[in-house]
């Protein structure tokens, strides 16, 4: 299997993104490039992206707090300093009818969009329509979520019922698939070109 080479050997973004990358490593290259370095994975690749095309993304300034309105459906999201609380909990779910009301994950998405761009015009009502599923503004990235879906995968495999530590043998072959070119999948023969190498987890 191809090692993963260091970030200084790989010379475009076709070569990077062939490989897996932890959301901390992207977020220490991006600091070590002196480009912007917060955000979630995806933004983070998208600011390496760049970087590789020629251009930089400088570092965001904090946006300063303005005074705060009080919320309404037609309130934009940056004015009414909107946050993941109780209290924005409690008038979603008066305003939605849901006794526990929990925000999702593409509603997190919009408000970093949101916060990143500065959109005024993203309003209370907007981010409803996103828990209504009704919006297409942000979507959550879900390749954070490759390594669980590996686990998944290798323990829904039967194969791997030999393994008395299923987790340890899985984490073995994460290891060797992320250091690699492969696609950061599950398969059946990661587990035959293995089984010496998983042969202590039995």
């Given at each position: 299997?191809?090692?993963?080479?260091?970030?200084?050997?790989?010379?475009?973004?076709?070569?990077?993104?062939?490989?897996?990358?932890?959301?901390?490593?992207?977020?220490?290259?991006?600091?070590?490039?002196?480009?912007?370095?917060?955000?979630?994975?995806?933004?983070?690749?998208?600011?390496?992206?760049?970087?590789?095309n020629g251009t930089?993304?400088?570092?965001?300034?904090?946006?300063?707090?303005?005074?705060?309105?009080?919320?309404?459906?037609?309130?934009?999201?940056?004015?009414?300093?909107?946050?993941?609380?109780?209290?924005?909990?409690?008038?979603?779910?008066?305003?939605?009818?849901?006794?526990?009301?929990?925000?999702?994950?593409?509603?997190?998405?919009?408000?970093?969009?949101?916060?990143?761009?500065?959109?005024?015009?993203?309003?209370?009502?907007?981010?409803?329509?996103?828990?209504?599923?009704?919006?297409?503004?942000?979507?959550?990235?879900?390749?954070?979520?490759?390594?669980?879906?590996?686990?998944?995968?290798?323990?829904?495999?039967p194969q791997s019922?030999?393994?008395?530590?299923?987790?340890?043998?899985?984490?073995?072959?994460?290891?060797?698939?992320?250091?690699?070119?492969?696609?950061?999948?599950?398969?059946?023969?990661?587990?035959?070109?293995?089984?010496?190498?998983?042969?202590?987890?039995?």
């Open positions: 299997m191809e090692e993963r080479p260091h970030f200084t050997d790989i010379t475009s973004y076709d070569e990077f993104s062939r490989c897996y990358w932890y959301r901390a490593e992207l977020a220490t290259l991006c600091k070590r490039l002196g480009i912007r370095h917060t955000g979630t994975k995806s933004e983070l690749s998208s600011y390496i992206e760049a970087y590789f930089l993304i400088p570092l965001q300034k904090a946006p300063r707090k303005k005074g705060s309105r009080e919320v309404s459906l037609d309130c934009p999201l940056l004015d009414c300093n909107f946050a993941f609380n109780a209290a924005f909990r409690a008038y979603f779910s008066e305003v939605t009818g849901v006794r526990d009301f929990r925000f999702n994950a593409n509603m997190a998405a919009a408000w970093r969009k949101v916060k990143r761009t500065q959109d005024r015009a993203f309003t209370v009502l907007d981010l409803l329509a996103l828990y209504e599923r009704h919006s297409g503004y942000a979507k959550y990235d879900n390749t954070v979520c490759e390594w669980n879906r590996f686990l998944k995968d290798f323990c829904a495999d019922r030999i393994y008395k530590h299923r987790l340890k043998a899985a984490a073995a072959l994460w290891a060797i698939v992320k250091k690699s070119t492969l696609p950061k999948v599950y398969r059946p023969a990661l587990l035959e070109q293995n089984r010496a190498l998983l042969e202590m987890y039995r």
